[in-house]
């Protein structure tokens, strides 16, 4: 109706008011009445509001993160697999801020440190010999021709014993970095 409105002539417009409810324009308490007294009938089903479409397409969206996460070609051979409280690989959740950011998410450096270990992306000599092959790539502790991710955490006599290789779980991940920035 508008649209024919504003088609039929190029100088019809509409103006807006500002009418505050403390200056109790007649019109106004008349407007609020019938506002209140108004029930909506929606035409739709209520799965089709704006709420429930939201967490549908959110959980299409976890649903296929999921499948794609557990295609290996697609996550990566360098990925490292953590596991949750109950000992089952992670899945990737956005609620209550996820099982990884309640965890992370109070030290920006912590949650860097642990994105580039996860991804083996950290600065060590396995990424500088993928990277930067000119680099040096030797582990410090001479101990070992490539100071790789597996070599850190496992094997490496320059940190500390906190990683525990039979709770390869998240929390005991997160207490090694912070005890081995």
Same mark, same amino acid.
């Given at each position: 109706m508008l649209v024919a409105f504003f088609n039929k002539s190029s100088s019809n417009t509409v103006n807006f008011w500002d009418c505050p409810s403390k200056d109790k324009w007649a019109h106004h308490s008349i407007v609020d009445k019938e506002t209140k007294q108004f029930i909506c009938n929606p035409l739709l089903p209520y799965k089709s509001l704006w709420d429930f479409s939201k967490k549908i397409e959110s959980d299409l969206i976890i649903n296929e993160w999921q499948m794609t996460f557990q295609a290996l070609d697609y996550k990566g051979n360098h990925f490292l697999n953590l596991l949750n409280e109950e000992y089952f690989p992670i899945k990737p959740m956005y609620m209550k801020g996820g099982l990884w950011l309640k965890? %992370?998410?109070?030290?920006?450096? %912590?949650?860097?440190?642990a994105t580039r270990v996860i991804t083996n992306h950290a600065l060590i000599g396995e990424y500088r010999l993928r990277f930067f092959p000119k680099e040096e790539f030797k582990c410090p502790c001479r101990a070992y021709p490539i100071e790789s991710r597996y070599h850190i955490l496992y094997e490496c006599r320059r940190f500390n014993n906190y990683w525990n290789p039979n709770k390869e779980s998240l929390q005991h991940f997160i207490t090694f970095l912070e005890f081995n920035p």
């Open positions: 965890l %992370l998410g109070h030290s920006n450096s %912590l949650c860097t440190r």
